[in-house]
C-alpha cells in the first residue's frame, strides 16, 4: 500500500491522522493501553514549537513518528495474535548499562557473538514479534524495511556510521521499545525539543518499563530458554524501575570519562541537526552538551543510590581496561555472570577483538570546545564519580 508519508502543517493537530495512517499499514488499531498518548500528544506540540525545521527535516521528524507508533502498533497485534507470549519470565538478564559512548555499544555487540544469548535485534525492536530462525529474516518485509530505512539514514548522514554504525540484523538498544510508550530520552535528541524534554523529566517512564518487558518476553518467545543479553544507556537513570521487571538481572555498568563520553555523544547526535533544522548551529551544540551532562551527572548520581540495595547484581567495567584487555574484562563479567567462556566461543570473540569492527566505518572525531565548555566544566557536576574509577587517567 502506498501511503503517503507528508507532514501535516500543524503537527499536533494530527493525531488522528497519524493512527489512521498506521492503523492502515500495520492492519491494526489496537495501539494498547492509552498512557502512551500524553507523551505523543506533548512531542507533537513540542514538534510544532521547538525546532527550526527545514522541509526535509519535517519529513524525516513525522516518517520517525510513524514508525515509532508504528512499532508499537505491530507489538500489540503480535501480542494478541501470540496468547501466552508471556507465560515465562526472563531470567537473570544480563544488562550493559552507563553514560553513552563508555563502551555500552562495542562490549554488547562483542558478547553477541555468544549464540548462548539472544538479544534485540534492530529489526525486530522496529516491528516487535516472535523471533523467527535467522536463516528466514530475508523472508520478511519487516527485516527490509529496516533495512531500507538504515540504508536511507546512512545515504544522508554518512559520517553517522563512524560515530554510530547500525545494521538491521544486529543487535541495538532497548531505548527503541521504551520510545514506543513515548516516554523517552531519545525521542527529545533527534531535533529541539525543549517543551517535550521538560515534559518528559517530570514522568515516571514506569509504563515504558512494563510495555518493554512485555516486548522482550515477546521476542523471546520462541526461545524461552535462552539468556537475554540486553543493553541501554538510560537504564543507569531508571535502575529501579529495569530491577522492578527484572529483579534477578546482573547488570554490568561501563564508565569513561565524561569530559570525552558526553561530547562524543553531542557529536553523534548533532550529525541529525543539518538534516533537521536550520541555523543555530553553534547554539544547538552548546545547548546540548550543558543539556547532556546535566542528565547523564544526575544519572549517575540516581545509579549510585540505586545500586546500594543490589550490592551483588552490579559489575563495573572501565573503558580503558575494556580496550588495553578486552579478553580479561571479559572472563571478568562471565565470573560475575555465573557462565564460562566456553572452548568455541573463545576464538569467536577474539576474533571480533582483532578485527575491530566499529573502527571499519572511519573515525568519529570531535573535540569539548566546539561546544562551548571545558573539559573541567564537563566533570565538576560528576563529583566523585570520575575520582572513584580514576576515569581521566583511563
Known amino acids: 500500500m502506498n501511503l503517503s508519508y507528508d507532514p501535516p502543517q500543524q503537527f499536533r493537530h494530527a493525531v488522528d491522522q497519524l493512527h489512521e495512517i498506521v492503523a492502515l ?107 523467527p530462525p535467522i536463516e528466514s529474516w530475508g523472508d520478511y518485509p519487516e527485516f527490509l524495511k529496516s533495512a531500507e530505512l538504515l540504508d536511507a539514514h546512512y545515504a544522508a548522514s554518512p559520517d553517522a556510521r563512524a560515530a554510530h554504525h547500525r545494521a538491521a540484523e544486529e543487535v541495538h538498544e532497548c531505548c527503541f521499545l521504551l520510545a514506543q510508550s513515548f516516554r523517552c530520552n531519545i525521542l527529545s535528541c533527534s531535533q529541539s525539543a525543549a517543551t517535550y524534554d521538560a515534559w518528559w523529566q517530570s514522568q515516571s517512564e514506569w509504563p515504558g518499563y512494563q510495555y518493554y518487558k512485555q516486548c522482550v518476553q515477546l521476542i523471546g518467545s520462541n526461545e524461552p530458554d535462552t539468556r537475554w543479553l540486553l543493553k541501554n544507556p538510560g537504564h543507569i537513570e531508571n535502575l529501579d524501575l529495569l530491577f522492578a521487571v527484572f529483579p534477578d538481572a546482573k547488570v ?124 573541567e566544566e564537563a566533570r565538576e557536576p560528576f563529583g566523585d564519580y570520575i575520582e572513584r574509577f580514576d576515569l581521566v587517567k583511563s
Not at 544480563?94 to 549464540?115: E, F, K, N, S, Y
Open 252 to 375: 554490568i555498568q561501563t564508565h569513561r570519562d565524561p569530559a570525552k563520553a558526553v561530547p562524543s555523544l553531542v557529536a553523534l547526535l548533532m550529525q541529525m541537526h543539518a538534516l533537521m533544522e536550520e541555523g543555530r548551529v553553534d547554539q544547538r551544540g552548546e545547548n546540548m552538551l550543558a543539556r547532556e551532562v546535566a542528565k547523564w551527572s544526575n544519572a549517575v548520581h540516581k545509579c549510585d543510590k540505586m545500586r546500594e540495595g543490589h550490592p551483588d547484581q552490579v559489575l563495573d567495567v572501565v573503558h580503558g581496561d575494556f580496550h588495553r584487555e578486552p579478553m580479561k574484562v571479559l572472563e571478568q563479567i562471565y565470573a560475575f555472570i555465573d557462565m564460562e567462556i566456553s572452548d568455541e566461543v573463545r576464538p569467536l570473540l577474539q576474533q571480533r577483538i582483532d578485527e575491530k569492527p566499529e573502527l571499519q566505518h572511519g573515525k568519529h572525531s570531535y573535540t569539548i570546545s566546539d561546544y562551548g565548555m571545558t573539559e
Open 25 to 131: 499499514e500495520v492492519g491494526s488499531d489496537d495501539f494498547g493501553p492509552g498512557d502512551y498518548l500524553a507523551g505523543l500528544k506533548v512531542l507533537l506540540q513540542s514538534m510544532d514549537y521547538d525546532p527550526l525545521f527545514s522541509e526535509q527535516g519535517r519529513h524525516i521528524a513525522w516518517g520517525r513518528v510513524i514508525e515509532t507508533l508504528r512499532g508499537r502498533a505491530h507489538a500489540i497485534k503480535s501480542m494478541n495474535e501470540n496468547p501466552g507470549f508471556d507465560a515465562r519470565d526472563v531470567v537473570s538478564p544480563v544488562v550493559i548499562v552507563g553514560v553513552p559512548r563508555t563502551g555500552t555499544t562495542a562490549l554488547h555487540r562483542l558478547m553477541a557473538v555468544d549464540r548462548r544469548f539472544q538479544g534485540l535485534q534492530t529489526w525486530l525492536l522496529d516491528s516487535p514479534m516472535p523471533r
